[in-house]
Nanobody, 125 residues
């Protein structure tokens, strides 16, 4: 069974950093495009970043470009989202999702087949 598992969320002050992890249970991450989405209270789920299965290319939403970095550790079968210079508006539940097709990733919710349970990130002083 394909199941992404997120970890690493928590409470951080504005300007701080967190690193989220997406571990693979039951599948090899290298063969899947992996994306991070987030959903704040009362708002729609939005794409944050993704990393492609086909060529390892990455993509970022404009709101996080230059602050967040997505990476893949094949040996650990884990994808990370390093989040720096965090802002209160980054507060949300962050979800890891896997797309089983071998292609360049996009931040389109409907393209992702498997979803984790989410991890809460709160940016507040």
């Amino acid at each position: 069974q394909v199941q992404p598992v997120e970890s690493g969320g928590g409470l951080v002050q504005p300007g701080g950093s967190l690193r989220l992890s997406c571990a693979a249970a039951g599948f090899t991450l290298d063969y899947y495009a992996i994306a991070w989405f987030r959903q704040a209270p009362g708002k729609e789920r939005e794409g944050v970043s993704c990393i492609s299965s086909s060529d390892g290319s990455t993509y970022y939403a404009d709101s996080v470009k230059g602050r967040f970095t997505i990476s893949r550790d094949s040996a650990k079968n884990t994808v990370y989202l390093q989040m720096n210079s965090l802002k209160p508006e980054d507060t949300a539940v962050y979800y890891c999702a896997a797309d089983e097709l071998f292609r360049v990733c996009e931040l389109k919710i409907y393209e992702y087949d498997y979803w984790g349970q989410g991890t809460q990130v709160t940016v507040s002083s």
